[in-house]
């Protein structure tokens, strides 16, 4: 079920009119319901029931089971290991299959065996990559201590499929959100006002400006033998774009459901494309993605007694300073391939989005006393609003370079596309005709500069302080404008599939 | 062992793991009052305080403790 679609709009208006209308002590078996809809929706059969019965199950009993056992160290860590093998085991059987294949078609090619793999289709439920983590995170945080486990079996189900972050997260904490989640909700208006103007604003972001962005990427991405050099590049810089828009208006959308509900779910975005390195932007980018590698996988890693007899090994030999780091960047590799794979079993994600990250993080930490030296030879101030600058494009651009292998099809197809932009064409941006030929045309692109800029704006006065706050504070005219100004501008600008175009009607018959 | 004594051990600690002989730590000291003292280091701080006191934090310990006071408590309640 698609977050923008008349489904989805239909089935989140049904469970919100539920939810306040039956009694408050059965408000969670709601969203238990709703969740279960959802996760089925696309996808009914015994094999997807058994599925998320195979995640719940274990997880459900075995976190008891650690519990009862926090005082018998062995034994709970042996309940902890055997349930995060159930979960990632199922996790690695669906989705990660075809990635061992393909190694092993890669591999016997190598070896002139004169044999391939057949690849093989596995059918996953939706949010499979979300709830499997989130589990593994709760039966982790009650072996640490942090939480005791749910009793209830189906609360435990519920805080599983919470339906509204099944398709692009955020990641939830048992302890932040078990409260709200099984807790007694009044309607309020306000945050019903609230709720909806994120959605209408995510809903902005996904129609107006990222589907718009996808014509284009999609028109250059698929021939690329007719469109080469600035086509590509602009189409590049588009895609990172898109993916932004697309995946943090979901983020939005989801985020006003919840507020609606009355469930507050942790930021995932924070203004990525003003960070100054790729550092910084991570740190705005799927924000509890990170946390959750961190806080798992991470520190545990740089934790374990491997990392720390490598550390000492490594002092003894490198000097301290250097000696420490290595543990340090080795950990983070095995992070950024693991983030890599999480997005998707297959080797342009483990580079895109996964070991070029580590790349571009490992140059910046390891250059940064070289490039610190050059400024103050050269006398450059590096706070200058110009210097700054220079720092998030450079960022952006590092960004949307290893995006590319995000969108291709495969990596000689990532390599194919990177070749063709440096084919020297600059006239098509210039002559007036060229670049509308690209899936755009000149409405559409001015359409879309619009909306960018609409975007930007009102994300830099976001920084200053909570903006739907501010708006409600104005008075009624100021608000009413601006709530169906973003309505008409999403029915009429947004991009709704082929053969639907409304603007047409509206404004290029004239 | 006595809070003064723990204390004491720590700064030790802290000294060697920033490198910086100035360090003098308190129950309200936080990674904001040292400058080196990021989440990476963090991890190395804490193995360096297990092996000075020869015991483990556990990773939800890790985490959520606020301030060298709590990292403190941890210590001197796993004495007992």
Redesign the interface.
């Known amino acids: 079920m698609s977050l923008t679609s008349l489904t989805f709009l239909f089935f989140g208006l049904m469970v919100l009119l539920i939810y306040f209308v039956v009694p408050k002590k059965i408000q969670w078996v709601v969203l238990l319901v709703s969740s279960v809809i959802f996760l089925f929706y696309d996808n009914l059969n015994v094999g997807t029931v058994i599925q998320a019965l195979v995640v719940l199950v274990p997880t459900y009993f075995l976190g008891m089971a650690i519990y009862k056992n926090k005082d018998d160290a062995k034994k709970s860590k042996r309940y902890l290991i055997l349930g995060i093998l159930i979960i990632l085991g199922q996790l690695i059987y669906l989705k990660y299959t075809n990635l061992f294949l393909v190694t092993g078609n890669h591999i016997l090619n190598l070896f002139k065996v004169d044999y391939q793999f057949g690849l093989v289709h596995r059918n996953s439920l939706v949010g499979i990559s979300y709830y499997s983590l989130i589990m593994i995170s709760y039966l982790?945080?009650i072996y640490?201590?942090?939480v005791e486990p749910q009793k209830n079996i189906f609360k435990c189900a519920l805080f599983m499929s919470y339906f509204p972050i099944l398709t692009s997260g955020p990641f939830i904490r048992y302890d932040a959100i078990e409260n709200e989640l099984y807790g007694k909700h009044k309607f309020d208006y306000k945050r019903m006002c609230r709720g909806l103007v994120r959605i209408l604003w995510g809903v902005f972001k996904i129609l107006v400006i990222s589907q718009r962005l996808g014509m284009f990427v999609d028109t250059v991405y698929g021939n690329l033998a007719k469109f080469d050099g600035f086509y590509t590049i602009i189409a590049i810089l588009f895609f990172t774009l898109q993916l932004y828009t697309n995946f943090s208006g979901s983020i939005d959308v989801i985020m006003g459901i919840s507020e609606i509900i009355g469930i507050k779910l942790p930021e995932n975005f924070t203004l990525p494309f003003f960070s100054r390195s790729i550092t910084e932007l991570w740190r705005n980018w799927h924000i509890t993605l990170g946390c959750w590698l961190?806080?798992y996988i991470f520190?545990?890693l740089?934790?374990s007694d491997f990392m720390?007899n490598l550390?000492k090994k490594c002092k003894e030999k490198f000097g301290?300073k250097t000696g420490?780091k290595i543990p340090?960047y080795l950990s983070m590799f095995i992070m950024w391939v693991l983030i890599g794979a999480w997005h998707e079993g297959a080797y342009t994600f483990i580079i895109g989005s996964g070991i070029l990250q580590f790349i571009y993080i490992f140059l910046e930490e390891t250059l940064a006393p070289v490039a610190e030296k050059v400024n103050k030879k050269l006398g450059i101030d590096t706070e200058k609003f110009s210097y700054k600058l220079y720092q998030m494009l450079r960022t952006y651009l590092l960004f949307s370079i290893a995006m590319i292998f995000f969108r291709a099809t495969s990596v000689t197809n990532a390599i194919h596309i990177m070749k063709n932009a440096f084919v020297w064409n600059p006239w098509v941006l210039f002559d007036r005709t060229s670049l509308y030929k690209a899936g755009l045309d000149m409405y559409d692109f001015r359409i879309l500069i619009y909306s960018l800029i609409i975007m930007f704006v009102v994300q830099l006065l976001a920084r200053r302080g909570d903006i739907r706050e501010k708006l409600f504070k104005q008075n009624i005219v100021f608000r009413w404008v601006c709530l169906y100004s973003l309505i008409f501008i999403i029915l009429i600008f947004g991009c709704y599939g082929p053969g639907y175009d409304p603007a047409a009607f509206i404004y290029r018959q004239f | 062992m006595e809070r003064e004594e723990v204390f004491e051990r720590l700064n030790n600690v802290f000294r060697d793991v920033f490198d910086d002989d100035s360090i003098v730590v308190n129950e309200n000291t936080t990674s904001n009052d040292i400058e080196d003292w990021d989440s990476l280091e963090h991890i190395n701080l804490i193995v360096a305080v297990e092996q000075e006191f020869g015991m483990k934090f556990n990773m939800g310990e890790v985490t959520t403790m606020k301030n060298v006071g709590d990292m403190v408590n941890i210590i001197l309640n796993r004495g007992k």
């Open positions: 982790t945080d640490r201590g942090l961190k806080d520190y545990p740089l934790k720390q550390g301290k420490k340090m």
